[in-house]
């Protein structure tokens, strides 16, 4: 640039209070200053008088080089696209003013044009917008646009080597559409490939960058529907890219929320599993001598159960399979209730569980106290037969019960063959019976029988549930004892033996 151009620039937005314009003033103040070349440059305050009060409401100042002066246009287009304000811009480039108000950055867009051509005078501007003309209409310089300008250069007084010089201006690098196209395209691809490392460095807020592109395929001479066409495909998959990212994060997040909720579920269930443990730990030292927590005990395990949320009916689950595992369990298929029986045999009180042995039997027969006979016995379920075994197994360190009984009958079996004796041989065995006399069957009263640990195996439990009396012996039907060791065969497998079968016509009763 030969000489100075002098700049004012006045905010005229009627949409801004004083404040804001003020404001404004010193934000393009600043703007300007940060630019090279700038730090020097004597910016003048512009005053006017708004609703009685004297505010700045523009500046002006003088650039000296056109490399300053492009960058000053530059930057005030680029505020117009970030905040769109009514601005009245004169520029004075000796005796040629120029003057634009607009809010519009493209407004500034042929200004730029003019200033980037480093052409502001005549004859070189003149013909410089005249090339620009033929490039916007026609995207290239053809044949008749080269012979047009040519005698327009020669009417202006360029010399040919001048013209030729602005027509490379204009046109660029890229003279053919072929090349434009391309090019820009490979711009258009590079813009979006930046916002995809930008977006996955931090958190980005891409601005739409057409506006941008398109002052390029306007500078570039390349029709904007073609320009359109090819911005909108990378726009497509930019968009297509970020949402499929996007929901690939938030399948992540998903999957990472569901992670972590299953392992705090994990840690609250293995919690939940540790608190039950050391209550089971508490209710087995509190159980191990009694069926049944002493009631200091029974405090601390109420305490213990509150400190561990455990609920009451965990808690008394837990206590059950405590107590079953230390003291036998009760289940019963018919829903008997076996835990007097099992208290009595924790005590040792051997008559009053032999009783009490009916008692159940009987109810889980549903025979309503009357005696079991060899088919109402099959009913006995294997479930029931197990858990009175087993209690009275445990108690008795495996002398008494079902089993024991089981075994000496299978005793029996090895040395008797006559099936009505082997049945009378067992019940000898098993202390019910005497060895009889001419006068005497052998059969004992039921008082008479042994309640104590020192009987033989298998004493007890009796089967006083099967007698239709007791006021004279103790006396089973052979029948009965066929049938309930059959079902005990069934329900209690041992090795294999064979069961005992009686004729039709054997006798029921002793003779």
């Known amino acids: 640039m030969a000489k100075e151009v002098i700049v004012l620039i006045k905010i005229v937005d009627s949409g801004l209070t004083n404040d804001d314009v003020v404001g404004e003033v010193q934000y393009l103040i600043e703007d300007l200053r940060d630019l090279d070349g700038m730090s020097q440059t004597r910016f003048y305050v512009v005053n006017e008088i708004r609703d009685s009060d004297e505010i700045r409401v523009g500046i002006r100042f003088e650039v000296s080089s056109t490399e300053n002066f492009r960058s000053v246009i530059k930057r005030l287009r680029d505020r117009l696209f970030y905040n769109p304000i009514e601005t009245r811009f004169l520029f004075q480039f000796s005796d040629l003013k120029l003057q634009i108000q607009t809010h519009k950055a493209e407004d500034l867009i042929g200004l730029m044009s003019a200033i980037q051509s480093g052409y502001l005078f005549p004859p070189q501007y003149n013909y410089f917008l005249e090339v620009e003309k033929c490039i916007h209409t026609h995207y290239h310089?053809?044949?008749v646009d080269i012979n047009n300008l040519k005698l327009i250069g020669q009417r202006l007084g360029l010399t040919q080597e001048q013209a030729h010089d602005l027509n490379d201006e204009v046109a660029g690098k890229y003279k053919t559409r072929e090349e434009k196209h391309n090019y820009f395209e490979k711009i258009t691809f590079e813009e979006f490939m930046y916002f995809r490392r930008m977006r996955e460095s931090y958190s980005f807020a891409s601005k739409d960058r057409w506006p941008m592109l398109e002052e390029l395929a306007e500078n570039l001479g390349l029709p904007k529907s073609e320009a359109e066409?090819?911005?909108?495909?990378?726009?497509?998959?930019?968009?297509?890219?970020?949402?499929?990212?996007?929901?690939?994060?938030?399948?992540?997040?998903?999957?990472?929320a569901e992670s972590k909720a299953k392992a705090e579920r994990q840690k609250q269930a293995q919690q939940a599993q540790e608190w039950r443990d050391q209550y089971r730990s508490l209710c087995r030292e509190a159980m191990t001598s009694n069926i049944y927590p002493s009631e200091y005990d029974q405090g601390r395990l109420d305490q213990a159960r509150r400190l561990r949320n455990i609920s009451v009916d965990e808690a008394i689950s837990i206590e059950v399979e405590v107590r079953d595992e230390l003291h036998g369990g009760i289940q019963s298929a018919a829903g008997v209730d076996y835990s007097r029986l099992r208290n009595l045999l924790h005590q040792q009180a051997w008559q009053e569980a032999d009783m009490e042995t009916e008692a159940v039997i009987l109810k889980a027969l549903d025979r309503d106290m009357q005696p079991a006979t060899a088919a109402t016995v099959q009913r006995l379920s294997a479930v029931d037969v197990a858990t009175i075994d087993g209690l009275w197994s445990r108690y008795s360190s495996g002398r008494f019960g079902f089993k024991a009984q089981q075994q000496v009958y299978r005793a029996q079996q090895q040395i008797q063959q006559d099936d009505r004796q082997r049945l009378l041989d067992f019940?000898?065995?098993?202390?019910?019976?005497?060895?009889?006399?001419?006068?005497?069957?052998?059969?004992r009263p039921y008082h008479d029988l042994n309640f104590s640990l020192e009987a033989p195996q298998g004493h007890l439990p009796t089967w006083r549930w099967s007698c239709p009396s007791l006021s004279d012996r103790y006396k089973p039907s052979l029948e009965v004892i066929a049938a309930v060791i059959q079902h005990l065969n069934g329900c209690m497998l041992l090795e294999a033996a064979a069961t005992p079968a009686l004729d039709p016509a054997f006798p029921t009763q002793l003779a």
């Open 427 to 443: 019940q000898q065995a098993l202390g019910w019976r005497e060895a009889p006399s001419l006068l005497y069957q052998g059969y």
């Open 141 to 143: 310089l053809s044949n």
């Open 229 to 256: 066409l090819i911005y909108k495909h990378y726009y497509k998959d930019y968009n297509e890219d970020i949402k499929l990212k996007s929901e690939q994060q938030l399948a992540k997040a998903s999957q990472e």
